[in-house]
C-alpha cells in the first residue's frame, strides 16, 4: 500500500488519507531539468516568460503563420462555399480529415525549412482545418433532434482525422525504393 500524502495547509482533512500515488522524485514539469514548458512558471509576468522551443516568435515568423492562417481559412472558406452539404455536413469532414492528412505528413515535407514549417502548419492548415465550425455542425444536428446523427458525425470526423493523420505520417515515413526516381 503507498505511504499517505503529506496534509497540505489549508487542505481539506480527508486529503491526507490519499494515498500518495507519485513518487516523491517525480517533480513538476517547470522544476524538472530539460522542462518542456514554459521556463519560469505562470508567476512571471507573459512577457519575461520563454516559449517551449526556446525562440521568441519574430515578426516575420508571425506574418508567415498569420498570411498562410488567411490562405487556408479562404481556401476552407471556398470549398464551404462551393460544394453543398446535404443530411452530413460533408465539406467539413473532407477539410478536417484532409487536413489532419496533410499534418500528419508536413513534418518530413518541411524537415529542413523552419518557415514552410511554420507557413503550412500552424499558417495554412491552421486555418483550413476548423474545429469550430465541425462543433457548431454537432451541436446543430443534436439541436435539429438528430443526435444519433450527430454522435457518428463527431466520433466519425475525430476517428477519421486520427487515422488519416497516422496514414499520413506512415506514408512519409516510408523508405524510397531503390529504383526511385531522383
Same mark, same amino acid.
Given at each position: 500500500?503507498?505511504?499517505?500524502? $503529506?496534509?497540505?495547509?489549508? &487542505? ?10 507519485? $513518487? %516523491? ?22 512577457? /519575461?516568460?520563454?516559449? =517551449? ?5 519574430? +515578426?516575420?515568423? +508571425?506574418?508567415? !503563420? ?7 481559412? @479562404? ?6 462555399? #462551393?460544394?453543398?452539404?446535404? @443530411? ?14 496533410? +499534418? %500528419?505528413?508536413?513534418? =518530413? =515535407? ?8 511554420? #507557413? +503550412?502548419? $500552424? %499558417? ?13 455542425? !454537432? ?8 443526435? %444519433? ?14 487515422? #488519416? &493523420? ?5 506514408? #512519409?515515413?516510408?523508405? /524510397?525504393?531503390?529504383? &526511385?526516381?531522383?
Amino acid at each position: 500500500m503507498p505511504r499517505r500524502a $503529506p496534509p497540505r495547509h489549508g &487542505a481539506h482533512p480527508a486529503a491526507a488519507r490519499v494515498p500518495l500515488l507519485v $513518487p %516523491g522524485r517525480v517533480r513538476p514539469p517547470d522544476r524538472r531539468r530539460g522542462a518542456t514548458t514554459l521556463a519560469g512558471g505562470g508567476d512571471r509576468p507573459l512577457g /519575461e516568460q520563454r516559449l =517551449v522551443s526556446g525562440l521568441r516568435p519574430t +515578426l516575420p515568423h +508571425l506574418l508567415l !503563420v498569420a498570411v498562410g492562417a488567411a490562405a487556408g481559412a @479562404v481556401l476552407r472558406w471556398g470549398l464551404d462555399t #462551393a460544394i453543398p452539404d446535404g @443530411v452530413l455536413p460533408w465539406t467539413t469532414l473532407a477539410i478536417n480529415v484532409s487536413g489532419a492528412f496533410a +499534418l %500528419g505528413v508536413l513534418p =518530413v =515535407v518541411v524537415r529542413h525549412s523552419h518557415a514552410a514549417a511554420l #507557413a +503550412l502548419g $500552424p %499558417g495554412l492548415l491552421g486555418g483550413f482545418t476548423t474545429v469550430s465550425t465541425w462543433a457548431l455542425e !454537432v451541436r446543430d444536428l443534436a439541436a435539429d433532434d438528430r443526435v %444519433g446523427l450527430a454522435g457518428s458525425y463527431l466520433g466519425g470526423t475525430l476517428a477519421a482525422a486520427l487515422v #488519416a &493523420a497516422h496514414l499520413g505520417r506512415r506514408l #512519409a515515413q516510408r523508405p /524510397e525504393p531503390e529504383d &526511385a526516381l531522383t
